[in-house]
């Protein structure tokens, strides 16, 4: 098992940027990929943003490729999501999602607002 604890959210203007964090916790090793989600109402489902596999490589939604930027820090157990040039479809309350053989762990979330 794994815990995820986000952080980095809050209030940007469009055109900002933020960075978001993903704290990992447990059995980081059997991870086979990270993925970030984000949810814009309490309605909708949770869409897919970015993935980081075990390996590094990256995908991203189409909506966020050249503005978002997934990385990961194996020494701090650590993914971030880079994100810039922000727009007010950003926001959403962002979560990450760690993937161990058929089973996800989720963090909490963590709220992006981008509002002039």
């Known amino acids: 098992q794994v815990q995820l604890v986000e952080s980095g959210g809050g209030l940007v203007q469009p055109g900002g940027s933020l960075r978001l964090s993903c704290a990992v916790f447990?059995?980081?090793?059997?991870?086979?990929?990270i993925d970030w989600y984000r949810r814009q109402t309490p309605r909708q489902q949770r869409e897919w943003v970015a993935q980081i596999t075990k390996r590094g490589t990256t995908f991203y939604e189409d909506a966020v490729k050249g503005r978002f930027t997934i990385s990961r820090d194996n020494l701090q157990n650590t993914v971030t999501l880079q994100m810039n040039n922000l727009k007010p479809e950003d926001t959403a309350v962002y979560y990450c999602?760690?993937?161990?053989?058929?089973?996800?762990?989720w963090g909490q979330g963590t709220q992006v607002t981008v509002s002039s």
């Open positions: 999602n760690a993937r161990i053989s058929e089973s996800g762990y």
């Open positions: 447990g059995n980081v090793s059997s991870i086979s990929y």
